[in-house]
């Protein structure tokens, strides 16, 4: 095998491990899995695990940018759009994981996800038949549903999917939560618990997610959410993010 080829099987193990979100854990190890290269051989010629993933970044960056620069301007073109996107695993954990710590350091990723956000939200703009909400907490919304999608891989995220192929997140079969009536029907107390009195479900919640229930009964605008909880417990976007989008998931399937 030449080193050309050697280099062609890791870049390919490495697509495999982006496009199911392992990308933030990688090492050799993983890399041999994915590639069927032996870590040993690995080790003999690469000349450290940064710099592969380095290489990889910059031959990732052309079909990045193709991507972005192609945004169409209808409902129908978008949902097109980002569902190819969601479907090319590896790009879209690129674009919308917040699972890639050591790789969100660099200038060029920071520069398309941000990119990203500001095709989403002009073309969002454009639309017609729009909630009676800022256009920015609809593109927060849609891109809240799509980190949805990559970074987790259940029935819920499958759902999320399949509803994404002719809906947006804010109108009705895509929900993220469930309906208003449920919502406003549940019983808590103080230790977290959470009662259903119609179909006698239940479930314990902590703290957070307590919060984020007491917020979703005042209101459905997850971007709102997420500032409220990002402002309340002192932590990152992203980790908010994460924190809801879990709830969302379990209160989804008692509920």
Known sequence: MTTEELQDAIFNGIDKLAAENKISHLSTQLISRYSGISEGKMLRHIPSLDKVITKWLKGKEAEINNFLNSF?????????????????????????SSNLDPLLDIDNLKKA????EKHI?????????????PTADLANELMFCLKAIVETNNAESQRKKASLAKDFPWEAENELFPAEDILKRLATNESGFVFDPVSGRSYTANET????????????NT?????????????????????????????????
């Open 113 to 116: 996800r941000k990119q990203l």
């Open 72 to 96: 169409p301007a209808t409902k129908a073109e978008l949902l097109i759009h980002i569902n190819l996107l969601v479907n090319k695993g590896d790009i879209a954990t690129l674009l919308l």
């Open 121 to 133: 939200n002009d073309v969002i703009k454009q639309l017609e038949d729009l909630p009676d909400r």
């Open 209 to 220: 997610a307590v919060s984020i229930l007491q917020l979703l009964r005042e209101t459905v």
């Open 223 to 255: 971007s709102t959410i997420v500032d409220r909880v990002t402002e309340e417990y002192d932590v990152t976007r992203e980790a908010a993010e994460r924190d809801i989008l879990e709830f969302a998931g379990r209160l989804r399937g008692v509920l």
